[in-house]
């Protein structure tokens, strides 16, 4: 297939203004934020409008063996929507509309163009608040469902699978489906709402989401505890949960990430200089509540608890310094990005075992003579390490031994970026083969062309 | 295949102690507590003691075509673990482990055969909880991940989905595979364990599964509110939710429910003669905190919010009475059974269609001179209706009328009991074809051989 005859195949089936080829065409289509994932151009971009064109758009794909890829915002870290040679992506800018919001099932209904921003304004209008906040607020709907997005809120909220009710999506068949809806509990069948979610645009393009929302917390709080050294915090976690305070946010930033933050947001936390000496590690705590008097309660319980778990000193950061971390904690990825990072992993382990999974990652880093820090949703075990190895051959390895460690610790490759074209070759070397042989079938089984984001994931091997 | 066969075949593949079949077995294997569903005896039953016992039942199953169907407690409502003619009951009775309750990360990992009973004794011993209580206690766990169970807790905790987070399964193609683990975030590939749960033994066989739990609150109260009508305890529901006190059960039951369950029960609720004489609708909420001031504010809160909702009194139950009130409605079912139901029914609906799916459910049996009676799951918009209609054709076309009345709401054919053998003409009457489509070849996916549970959910067509 050569570049003119996709532009002209999806311009027959959409009209030319809905499509974009060869000059026209920004770089833009070509890449997301994966560091270390090649950028490609598509051979067209498509604007459909509504669900009868993205069916449509499916239809002339099969025909005539188009690849597809869906593409957001492009905010995403796996390279998923990286477009295949020759392929289009089907763009889902003009589909950003917000089509309910609705107080009396608090769900929302979306387009998959609508963005985080967007959404968190439409609902903030109305006291609601979907609760996924992965870092990205110009990341769009339809790609966090593709993504599973977590982010800093999903150890009270959990990731976006857990908001998702229902969508709209056309399978690799061109067939348009609706699956759930305004209700969080069916048993009906095979539940395809939750196999979509996180497919990363390999099984269907969703075209509609509906998502739950909540009631939002008028109240939060902040709290800050240094600790010497990473083994302290971690450890620290596990106490913390089984409180049952229900924390918004239990976040662990390493000494090198939190200097960088700092620098970056230039942030002031009134932490004194003989403690910041001896830290090496940091929680972060987030409380929200919906009455004053308890959330003061909770802090002074958190904060007592975390002074007995090895704290160095506990501080409760007024609430504009407590904002100001956290955006700045939302940028840690920009930052290592900025610090020259290689490459950047998230594991995720069983949140009890992030003390021993640190103490293989230190000696793994030393042993390949490279650097490694990081953050990460501590309440969830998911933790985030920027790698710096400038060397391909050896951050290839050291990658690979940090994920097998993972694994070993009874882990996950990825906690919530995906997989995409980023890790597929580490999914590859370390899932069981089973596994990859069934997803494969259960690609066939809604993409039997083929079609939808070939490559991602893992490489589809031919079923004759 | 003929039925000396294949108790012959598992005996070979097992040994003989771990077969029955003919005149040694109980009658219990050819039912559970569907109502409608025909009893069937399999050929034989097999008790494995551990995975590679069930793996090796499914190879000799695929190699001689034998069907398979999964069994634990029999407590299920659709008829799911009812044996097909001629094959063989896989019963998990053996498999009745807890292997490990982690306090650290708040998991529980159980065999399939363990009940919930027996998981709650567990779990309260270290202060903890697993939330899902379907109101049979004896079920088993691998019952409850196959149906998705759901029950009046509900609209805190999510349903069994909402726990699971890893599975150990054979699949039928006899591969052991194991998904997820010991934390609540990953995207890696596609979710097998939200697949494998609620699909009712239809793709593979629970041999260990994870499940989430949370801390034990110390406080709970119980509010019961009479209303004039159905009408306006349904419609009290979303402003309830939108208050934010998260109660822990949110349930209504009709006056011939409320009456059936007060005289089976025992109960005296404190509800005088002149407000009883003028209710047709009853709201029952139930709250639970980790502190006892914020139990008293949260009743005070939502008592108030209910009395200004159109509720004709507000009781706040004492400890023993609310506790009663929840078992009697617990065994709601066995009350409409005992009472000569023909059928019950499960509908899910957004819930501020209650109301509105309500009077539907009025007119529909009025219409078919039938008597339907019910309570249900608020909170979740989940309606269980029990149906008097003796006339089995008159009675499957109301209970076709209803079903198809909830989906036109938004809703779904069945909120927590599954389709099994019991829905499965509804399903494929009133659900879109191309779903059920997509169901058969991800079946396929799974199960080539098409032996695990066929004939649950759907009829599987020729795959030629």
Redesign the interface.
């Known amino acids: 297939v050569i570049v003119t005859d996709v532009a002209g195949i999806l311009a027959e089936a959409l009209g030319s203004g809905q499509v974009a080829a060869g000059d026209s065409l920004s770089h833009d289509y070509g890449h997301d934020e994966a560091l270390n994932v090649t950028a490609q151009l598509p051979a067209a971009v498509v604007f459909p409008a509504n669900t009868a064109e993205v069916a449509r758009v499916v239809a002339v794909a099969v025909e005539h063996r188009i690849p597809l890829t869906a593409r957001g915002s492009a905010t995403g870290l796996s390279g998923a929507c990286i477009p295949t040679a020759g392929g289009a992506v089907v763009s889902f800018e003009r589909m950003n509309r917000i089509l309910d919001i609705?107080?009396?099932?608090?769900?929302a209904v979306v387009q998959p163009g609508v963005t985080l921003e967007q959404l968190d304004k439409a609902t903030a209008a109305v006291s609601l608040v979907y609760p996924v906040f992965p870092g990205e607020s110009s990341a769009s709907l339809g790609g966090n469902v593709a993504?599973?997005a977590?982010g800093m809120r999903?150890?009270k909220y959990?990731?976006t699978?857990?908001q998702v009710l229902g969508l709209e999506a056309v399978?690799g068949?061109g067939?348009?489906?609706?699956?759930?809806?305004?209700?969080?509990?069916?048993?009906?069948?095979?539940?395809?709402t939750?196999?979509i979610?996180?497919?990363e645009g390999t099984?269907a393009l969703v075209t509609e989401a509906t998502l739950r929302l909540y009631?939002r917390?008028a109240y939060s709080a902040t709290i800050l505890a240094p600790f010497a050294d990473l083994d302290a915090v971690t450890a620290a976690v596990?106490p913390i949960?089984?409180?049952?305070v229900g924390p918004l946010m239990v976040e662990y930033l390493d000494r090198t990430t939190m200097d960088a933050i700092v620098a970056s947001g230039r942030l002031d936390l009134g932490v004194s200089q003989p403690v910041k000496d001896v830290s090496l590690a940091f929680l972060v705590l987030v409380l929200e509540q919906?009455?004053d008097v308890?959330l003061e309660?909770d802090v002074q319980e958190l904060a007592t608890l975390v002074a007995g778990l090895g704290a160095l000193d506990v501080y409760v950061l007024p609430a504009q310094a407590g904002t100001r971390l956290i955006q700045a904690r939302e940028k840690a990825f920009w930052t290592a990005k900025a610090a020259g990072a290689d490459d950047i992993i998230d594991v995720?382990?069983?949140?009890?075992s992030m003390p021993a999974y640190m103490r293989e990652v230190a000696e793994l880093a030393g042993r390949a003579e490279s650097w490694v820090a990081g953050c990460g949703?501590a309440g969830?075990?998911?933790v985030h390490l920027s790698i710096f190895q400038p060397d391909p051959r050896t951050r290839g390895a050291l990658v690979r031994d940090l994920l097998a460690a993972g694994l070993a610790q009874?882990?996950?490759?990825?906690?919530?970026?995906?997989?995409g074209k980023a890790k597929k070759t580490y999914?590859a070397a370390l899932?069981?083969p089973?596994?990859?042989a069934?997803?494969r079938?259960?690609k066939?089984?809604?993409d039997p062309a083929h079609i939808l984001n070939p490559g991602s994931?893992?490489d589809q091997e031919p079923s004759a």
């Not at 067939?175 to 395809?192: H, M, N, P, S, W």
Request: net charge positive; aromatic share 6%.
């Open positions: 609705d107080t009396a099932n608090h769900v993504t599973n977590g999903a150890v959990g990731v699978r857990h399978l068949t067939e348009v489906i609706r699956t759930g809806g305004r209700f969080v509990k069916a048993t009906t069948g095979y539940d395809l939750q196999l979610t996180g497919s099984l009631p917390s596990p949960i089984a409180s049952g919906r009455r308890r309660e995720v382990v069983p949140r009890a949703h969830d075990g998911n009874g882990g996950a490759i990825s906690g919530e970026h995906g997989i999914v899932e069981d089973a596994k990859l069934l997803w079938r259960i066939t089984a809604f994931i893992f």
